[in-house]
């Protein structure tokens, strides 16, 4: 399989616990992007990369949230002291610059902060 | 800000019904939109994309959507449903000039058999 991937798929923790999560992009694609779904509501975006830059970050991604994308492939989310109002699942999606509108999601990450 | 509005949160159709699902989006600008769509276990998935010329688009699965720009509309069309076409179908807009998508809040459609 080619696609995005994304792991875990499920992480459970607790209030306070820091968490990371991983995405590995479609391996061609220079752009990586962060997104928020929480239920009913559709997707949020979160932040995005251009290979290694860290290009834009949404109001939604407060101090606690950071992301990396050290070697311009794969990415992590740190979430650190997490909220239960941090449920949700994280999704990843990848592009190429060339073609930059058409983005591909992975299968995202479900979080539930007790 | 810009939003994007799913006019219906869930739908209930039977096999062979035709199928229309509303979007409306807030932004004046040059935008592409797109329909995506997320079967049940499955990630999200492109159905369709408009980015400039004709106005109807025709995406994969029998599916075409018709941009209005006076409207601001991109409703998503089905002529005729399947039952395989259960499914939750987000409406997304990006600006001609950036980098996220902005999506609706989604709409559930289920297909009885």
């Known amino acids: 399989d080619t696609g995005v991937s994304q792991d875990p798929r499920h992480k459970i923790t607790k209030r306070g616990q820091n968490v990371t999560f991983r995405c590995d992009p479609i391996?061609?694609?220079?752009?990586l992007y962060w997104y928020r779904q929480t239920l009913g509501q559709g997707p949020e975006f979160l932040t995005y990369f251009q290979n290694e830059a860290q290009l834009e970050k949404s109001r939604l991604l407060s101090d606690r949230f950071s992301a990396e994308r050290p070697k311009g492939s794969f990415s992590t989310l740190e979430i650190q002291r997490t909220e239960q109002g941090d449920s949700a699942m994280y999704l990843c999606?990848?592009?190429?610059?060339?073609?930059?509108?058409?983005?591909?999601f992975g299968p995202g990450t479900r979080l539930t902060v007790l | 800000a810009q939003s994007v509005s799913q006019h219906n949160h869930h739908v209930i159709l039977s096999e062979a019904a035709s199928l229309e699902l509303g979007c409306n989006y807030s932004y004046g600008g040059t935008v592409n939109l797109f329909w995506y769509v997320q079967y049940p276990g499955q990630h999200l998935q492109l159905l369709l994309k408009y980015f400039s010329g004709d106005p109807l688009v025709k995406g994969i699965k029998g599916f075409e959507a018709e941009f209005i720009k006076s409207k601001f509309s991109f409703n998503l069309r089905k002529p005729s449903v399947q039952w395989s076409d259960t499914a939750e179908y987000f409406c997304?807009?990006?600006?001609?000039?950036?980098?996220?998508?902005?999506f609706g809040g989604g709409t559930r459609v289920l297909v009885k058999p």
């Open positions: 997304a807009v990006l600006k001609a000039a950036g980098n996220k998508l902005t």
């Open positions: 999606a990848s592009s190429y610059s060339g073609r930059k509108d058409e983005q591909f």
């Open positions: 391996s061609e694609h220079n752009r």
